[in-house]
């Protein structure tokens, strides 16, 4: 068994999981703690049956429920020492380093160092026997890192934050604009097709879009923008109100 599921994407929380016979992990926790308990609840989980939290980085929605999470839960915490410095939880948290594979059960993962305008902020490639799925969101441009790790996936869930010629002309301070268009920013979907383009795809099954912008973007955008995959990758959405139910990655 290995599955993926979220609990839901976008600026306002995200928070991904992957399950296995042996393990879950879960992916940030940007929701408040009650909210990520009730949408646990929706998948038939509890805290409980977490066994190990990654954090991506310190913003605000990828690790509001964290300090909650420490205070009243027993699960293993992993981040980057410089998201941890940043959060004030490096005493309660295990660090690990871009380049690490952490291996728990029958787990491999890859810690990914993406370029984000955060202190040290890393996504993941979750390996099962011969089968892997890799999450990315919060990055502004591509690295060979991310192209060489990020290739040969079954599953890949990747932000498409924004549509750039929607963002431009948003009532978005300029500020604002350019942090989220620079790159440290967040993916545009043209930028999101280029990762598609150059990773290596023989074996890609599924692409499942995230963190997508509510006022900078639209799926109709989106799916003209990667047209050529859209179909032929069985490409689906996660919203940011509703949990993306257990999809079986194979």
């Known amino acids: 068994m290995f599955l993926f599921a979220s609990l839901g994407s976008g600026s306002e929380g995200n928070s991904f999981l992957i399950k296995t016979d042996k393990t879950i992990f879960m992916v940030d926790c ?18 409980s049956d977490i066994n190990h939290i990654l954090i991506t980085h ?3 929605d990828h690790m509001r429920a ?22 004030g939880i490096v005493d309660e948290v295990n660090i690990i380093n871009p380049g690490d594979i952490v291996v728990d059960n029958d787990l491999q ?23 892997k799925i890799g999450i990315i969101t919060d990055f502004g441009s591509l690295t060979p890192k991310i ?28 500020s604002l604009k350019n942090r989220i268009f620079g790159k440290l920013g ?16 023989d074996k890609l099954k599924k692409i499942i879009f995230c963190h997508l912008s ?30 993306f139910n257990w999809s079986e990655i194979k």
């Open 30 to 47: 940007g929701f408040n703690y009650k909210e990520t308990e009730n949408r646990l609840s929706e998948l038939g989980l509890t805290f």
């Open 58 to 60: 310190e913003h605000e």
């Open 66 to 87: 964290i300090k909650m999470i420490i205070k009243k839960e027993k699960i293993q915490i992993s981040c980057s020492y410089g998201t941890a410095k940043k959060i």
């Open 109 to 131: 993962v890859e810690v990914v160092p993406v370029p984000h305008d955060a202190r040290e902020p890393c996504h993941y490639v979750f390996k099962k026997d011969t089968l």
């Open 147 to 174: 192209i060489e790790s990020y290739s040969n996936l079954n599953y890949l869930v990747v932000e498409a934050n924004h549509d750039a010629n929607l963002l431009m002309k948003s009532s978005y301070p300029t």
């Open 186 to 201: 967040h993916a545009n979907n043209d930028l999101t097709f280029d990762l598609i383009s150059q990773i290596k795809k």
């Open 214 to 243: 509510k006022q900078n973007n639209q799926k109709e955008i989106i799916k003209h923008t990667v047209k050529e995959y859209f179909d032929k990758f069985q490409c689906e959405f996660i919203s940011q109100e509703n949990i």
